[in-house]
């Protein structure tokens, strides 16, 4: 496996299961952008911005979240490297637009991982949020 590929992988796992970015800058430049046509991450343009997110997204409403990572593709040519996963989780816990709802998630999105050297420069998340959001009861 190439290299930015394992780095891909590792960066990919600390930032699905909330650690933030204290464990994902280390795989990341520290400047880092995001970018994501969802609007809950709309104001949200850096890595360190998003890594937080997800940390505060998992420590709140969604404890029990997790992922199904079904694909990670290497793109040598291009540098970069490209993740689809399952994110589940349910409305158990404190936070979110409104009290616990109880629903759950089951969402599908692809993660765009754009390398500079071995570390991760841009990320692109794909994901339709507004699914995810009726899901949850929350939109």
């Given at each position: ?7 891909a992988?590792?960066?990919f796992d600390?930032?699905?299961?909330g ?7 280390q795989?990341c ?23 937080e ?19 990670l ?15 589940k ?10 009290p ?11 993660y765009v ?9 841009h ?10 959001m009726r899901?949850?009861g929350?939109?």
């Amino acid at each position: 496996m190439s290299s930015i590929k394992d780095t891909a992988a590792q960066f990919f796992d600390a930032c699905e299961t909330g650690k933030g970015w204290d464990a994902c800058q280390q795989y990341c430049h520290p400047d880092a952008t995001f970018a994501a046509q969802a609007d809950t991450f709309a104001e949200i343009e850096t890595l360190e911005g998003y890594t937080e997110a997800m940390k505060g997204l998992i420590a709140g409403p969604i404890p029990d979240a997790s992922y199904d990572l079904k694909s990670l593709a290497l793109d040598e040519e291009r540098g970069n490297v490209i993740g689809y996963a399952v994110f589940k989780g349910t409305h158990s816990g404190e936070g979110g637009p409104l009290p616990a709802s109880g629903k759950a998630v089951d969402t599908d999105y692809v993660y765009v991982m754009e390398f500079d050297g071995e570390r991760i420069r841009h990320m692109t998340k794909i994901w339709n949020d507004v699914w995810a959001m009726r899901q949850l009861g929350w939109g």
